[in-house]
């Protein structure tokens, strides 16, 4: 894991340099270690999890997406691996499937804590809900986010955006 390391180190520092052929070519070693890692050890989904992380850093949502479902194949209570999942959904509009995953994270999460904010996952799972037009369960959620963190950036935003999108479909 400490090459892997080493190579993301590299391929950020050529990113900030805009040396884009080193980036791609120092991305493609680490993603080539992962996969042999991952052939070595078939029962860890840390190395899934961490190549997901690397697309994700990217922006490369769908090739995420491959890994992160892999990785709760072989992890499947790992409550932080479908909140990744739900925020590769969101961002690739895929509103229905970010939302499952979303659910999903709240069960896993009662039983396996993972650490993350449950107003993020409320104020993301009110972003995908406001994509299937569901503006009641979108503000409902929004409405934890305001009791959990009732300074998070863009909630007064998001809420007025969702209640003109009601207001509109009405």
């Known amino acids: 894991m400490k090459e892997v390391k080493q190579l993301l180190e590299k391929m950020r520092k ?18 080539k270690r992962l996969d042999l890692l991952a052939k070595q050890s ?8 961490k190549k997901a992380e690397l697309y994700i ?3 490369a949502h769908k090739f995420a997406e491959k890994d992160l479902l892999k990785a709760i194949s072989i ?18 509009s895929a509103f229905k499937l970010a939302a499952e995953a979303y659910d999903k994270f709240f069960l896993l999460d009662e039983t396996n804590p993972c650490g993350i904010q449950h107003a993020t996952v409320y104020f ?5 809900r406001n994509g ?29 955006t969702i209640k003109k999108n009601k207001a509109a479909a009405q």
């Open 57 to 59: 850093s990217i922006n």
């Open 75 to 92: 992890d499947p209570q790992n409550a932080r691996t479908l909140y990744m999942l739900g925020k590769v959904y969101l961002k690739t």
């Open 124 to 128: 993301e799972r009110a972003i995908a």
């Open 42 to 49: 078939p029962d860890d989904a840390s190395f899934h999890l």
């Open 14 to 31: 050529a990113q900030l340099d805009k040396d884009t052929k080193n980036a791609v070519s120092y991305l493609q070693a680490a993603t």
């Open 132 to 160: 299937l037009y569901w503006y009641d369960e979108a503000l409902d959620d929004l409405e934890k986010v305001t009791v959990l963190q009732p300074k998070m950036p863009q909630l007064e935003q998001s809420i007025a």
